[in-house]
């Protein structure tokens, strides 16, 4: 069975710009959730979907957006970028919510200039 | 809230000897807990994860875990590492079951040959 996927693997965009990133999940995998890496504030939560809807919401601010398709890919949005949006952005599946283990993509390497 | 300590920013073992990566969670309920590790550049794989049951887990790799609810510890063992274990370690808690995930700081893991 193939693993999570991410699209692109690395962007470089500058300030002011809105980025688009995509995950799709692990095959007949319902729940999705996206993390945010950076060196400083290390591997936090942004938000989790399921069934098409968000089901939880880190505290990021609203710049920070996301969606979920009926095929359970999905993806996050983030505008107005600022320099602090630099991170790696990993996204995890897992099969249903609650009691299951999230597995993780390889993330794309987001650089705001 | 809940949270996660690593208390070891770096760890240097040699090659062939034993490893203790400790780990302490602050949670009200049962918590599902995780290990993952991360390779440079790439996304987080999971080592092995408790949520109930017997203490001691074991998984991937040599590696085994063992949950002590009177210390709030989740420290990962491995009887023998290899220079290929030389990663990032991460601990983690299900903040709502094993969903929205709470990561400790990690643990950089360097073998000397």
């Known amino acids: 069975k193939a693993g999570v996927t991410q699209t692109p693997r690395y962007l470089i965009k500058t300030r002011g710009q809105q980025v688009t990133l995509s995950c799709s999940p692990i095959?007949?995998?319902?729940?999705v959730s996206w993390y945010q890496q950076t060196p400083g504030q290390g591997l936090q939560f942004l938000f989790e979907y399921f069934s098409e809807t968000q089901r939880n919401k880190g505290n990021f601010p609203g710049r920070f957006s996301g969606r979920q398709f009926s095929n359970s890919r999905s993806e996050m949005n983030v505008s107005t970028l600022e320099l602090g949006d630099s991170a790696l952005y990993l996204c995890?599946?897992?099969?249903?919510?609650?009691?299951?283990?999230?597995?993780f993509g390889p993330g794309t390497r987001l650089t705001v200039l | 809230a809940q949270s996660v300590t690593q208390p070891d920013i770096h760890i240097t073992v040699s090659e062939g000897a034993s490893l203790e990566l400790r780990c302490n969670y602050s949670?009200?309920?049962?918590?599902?807990l995780f290990w993952y590790v991360q390779s440079p550049g790439q996304g987080l794989q999971l080592l092995l994860k408790y949520f109930s049951g017997d203490t001691l887990v074991q998984g991937i790799k040599g590696f085994e875990a063992e949950f002590k609810r009177s210390q709030s510890s989740f420290n990962l063992r491995k009887p023998s590492v290899h220079w290929s274990d030389a990663a990032e370690y991460f601990c983690?808690?299900?903040?709502?079951?094993?969903?929205?995930?709470?990561f400790g700081q990690g643990t950089r893991l360097t073998i000397n040959p």
């Open positions: 095959s007949g995998h319902r729940s």
């Open positions: 983690a808690v299900g903040a709502q079951g094993a969903q929205k995930l709470v």
């Open positions: 995890a599946s897992s099969l249903e919510r609650r009691t299951d283990t999230q597995y």
């Open positions: 949670y009200g309920a049962t918590p599902y």
